[in-house]
């Protein structure tokens, strides 16, 4: 048995005086697994999400992530379990216009205090695997949306992260680029990279996980596992 990379227990979130955006999800994510976290807007996916990302705290319950009490961590102490624990990557991508690929991809690094040298070769590393080394000088407003998610992705790699947060990564993209980010997630899960993707994409989940779980009014209602599909080995 692989440990788990998240575990929550009995997860609530209320906001003002409206149900509850959360209501008791418990929720185990082993080391390799890649999941697809499911549901219509509102449903609590994306309280889900940064809950685990320590972008909001639970009310109830308890939410461990690589062996860090999330629930626990103030302000400060956040910011760095991001920064180490955590890689992410958004809809539309949130990259910095006036930095190159290779600066915005370096720049948890610089984040977390990594030696300039040691970050321009994982950069380098980064971009060479995910097909992005000739952009390396380019600006993003020079590139096409399937190539500035994929330099997204490199950044949110940058520190090793024990797991990988995407909220709907190819929202924003025609079925193409889709297609190509969902061929890269699946490719980055089976090198061992685990993977949490939040999405109204049915085909995305199918695609590049192995798990399904659906939420509804807060709920977890329905969490499915491929039998085809092992999580894979540690990165």
Do not use: W
């Amino acid at each position: 048995m692989t440990l788990p990379v998240i575990e929550l227990s009995r997860v609530g979130r209320r906001y003002d005086d409206g149900p509850p955006a959360l209501h008791a999800a418990s929720l185990t994510v082993r080391r390799g697994e890649a999941v697809a976290i499911l549901g219509p807007s509102g449903s609590g996916k994306s309280t889900l999400l940064n809950l685990i990302a320590g972008l909001d705290r639970p009310d109830t319950g308890t939410v461990t992530v690589d062996g860090v009490r999330v629930d626990r961590l103030g302000e400060a102490a956040s910011a760095r379990y991001r920064r180490s624990k955590i890689g992410m990557v958004f809809q539309f991508f949130n990259l910095l216009d006036d930095l190159t690929v290779t600066d915005n991809v370096v720049l948890p690094a610089r984040l977390t205090g990594t030696a300039r040298g040691e970050g321009d070769r994982r950069a380098a590393e980064l971009l060479q695997l995910l097909g992005m080394e000739r952009h390396a000088r380019a600006y993003p407003g020079r590139l096409s949306g399937g190539e500035r998610q994929r330099v997204a992705v490199a950044r949110a790699l940058m520190n090793r992260p024990a797991l990988l947060l995407a909220d709907e990564p190819t929202g924003a993209l025609d079925t193409a680029a889709g297609q190509d980010v969902s061929r890269l997630l699946t490719d980055l899960n089976a090198e061992g990279q685990t993977l949490v993707v939040v999405t109204h994409d049915l085909a995305l989940a199918h695609s590049c996980t192995n798990r399904t779980v659906h939420i509804t009014d807060g709920r977890i209602t329905q969490d499915v596992r491929s039998p085809a599909v092992a999580p894979g080995a540690v990165r």
